[in-house]
C-alpha cells in the first residue's frame, strides 16, 4: 500500500497509530489494518483479580507463612561457649597433688602414665576451664578408688580448695561411659586422710546430653564453666550437661585442676588468665 500523509493533530490511539511524533506530521508507512475480528479471538481474556502485592523477593513475607520453629528455652546468662578464648596452662605451673607428669607434644601438653593424677593450677579461683586430651588406653597399673570401684576417668577439678572440697566434671570411660558431676563437701576437714570418700554429692542435671565413647587414640576437649549458680558442660563442642549447684558448693573455693584415673593420657590444660567471677 503506498505512503499518506497524515494530519498534523495526533493525539491518543491516533498518534499511537499513524506514528506521529509530538504535533509534527510526517508521511508514514501504514501497515495493513489487521481483522478486528480476529484480533479480539486471539486475544487473551482480561483479568480482573486484585493485585497481590509485592512478592517475597520484593521484601513482603507470603500471608501464609511457615510455623516457626519451638522455642527452645535457654539459661538466663551466656553459655559457657561465650566466656572467651582460653590460654594453655604451662606444665610447670601445675602443682601435682598425686601421680607425676612428663612433658608431652607441641605446646604445653603433658603426659600422665600414672594411675591416680591430681593437680591444680595455682591459687587463684577461675569458673572457667578446659582439657584438650587424648587417650592412650589403660595405665599399665590400676588402682582402685577409695570407695573400692575400678574406674577409667579424667575430668576437671573446680573450686578445689582442697582435697576434701572440690567439684569435679568427670568424663567417665570404664566400666560406664558418661559426664558425672559431683561435690565433694567435708566442711572443717584439708586432708584425704580426713575425709577419705566422704561427703560425695553426685548431681543430677536439668539438661543432658548423651556423650559418645572415648577410643584409644582418639582426641577431645571437655570444658566446664560455673556461670551464676548454674553448670554448663561443653564436650567436643556440645552441651552435655547443665544443672544448679548446691548451695555447698559457694561455701568453699579454689583453683582449678586435672584428675585422672587408671588411664594414661596426653594432656593440655587451659583456663582463663584471670578469675571470670
Not at 478486528?36 to 483479568?47: D, E, W
Not at 513482603?60 to 546468662?77: C, D, G, H, K, N
Not at 605446646?107 to 591416680?116: H, I, L
Not at 589403660?138 to 573400692?148: F, I, K, Q
Request: proline share 11%; glycine share 10%; with cysteine.
Amino acid at each position: 500500500m503506498p505512503s499518506r500523509a497524515v494530519s498534523s493533530v495526533c493525539v491518543g490511539a491516533f498518534a499511537l497509530a499513524n506514528g506521529c511524533v509530538g504535533t509534527e506530521a510526517r508521511p508514514v508507512h501504514v501497515p495493513p489494518v489487521p481483522d478486528p475480528a480476529a484480533a479480539a479471538a486471539q486475544a487473551p481474556a482480561p483479568s480482573f483479580a486484585p493485585s497481590a502485592g509485592p512478592t517475597p523477593a520484593e521484601g513482603s513475607r507470603p500471608s501464609q507463612a511457615a510455623t516457626p520453629p519451638e522455642r527452645v528455652a535457654l539459661p538466663p546468662r551466656s553459655a559457657p561457649e561465650d566466656t572467651g578464648t582460653l590460654a594453655p596452662v604451662h606444665p610447670t605451673e601445675l602443682q601435682v597433688t598425686s601421680g607425676s607428669i612428663s612433658r608431652g607434644g607441641a605446646g604445653q601438653r603433658f603426659d600422665v602414665r600414672a594411675p591416680s593424677f591430681r593437680a591444680e593450677w595455682g591459687v587463684v579461683p577461675r569458673s572457667v576451664a578446659e582439657i584438650d586430651f587424648v587417650y592412650r588406653g589403660p595405665t599399665e597399673a590400676d588402682a582402685p578408688l577409695a570407695s573400692g570401684e575400678l574406674r577409667r576417668q579424667i575430668g576437671l577439678k573446680l573450686r578445689a580448695q582442697n582435697s576434701c572440697n572440690v567439684v569435679y566434671v568427670m568424663w567417665h570411660i570404664e566400666p560406664a561411659q558418661g559426664i558425672v558431676v559431683s561435690v565433694k563437701s567435708n566442711p572443717g576437714q584439708r586432708r584425704h586422710a580426713e575425709c577419705g570418700a566422704g561427703g560425695y554429692d553426685f548431681l543430677q542435671p536439668s539438661r543432658t546430653q548423651p556423650v559418645g565413647p572415648i577410643r584409644v587414640g582418639e582426641r577431645h576437649v571437655l570444658r566446664a564453666a560455673i556461670i551464676g549458680s548454674d553448670l554448663h558442660v561443653v564436650t567436643d563442642g556440645v552441651t552435655s550437661w547443665q544443672g544448679q549447684l548446691p548451695k555447698a558448693v559457694f561455701t568453699f573455693d579454689g583453683p582449678v585442676g586435672v584428675r585422672s584415673d587408671n588411664g594414661d593420657f596426653d594432656v593440655e590444660l587451659r583456663a582463663a588468665a584471670a578469675p571470670t567471677l
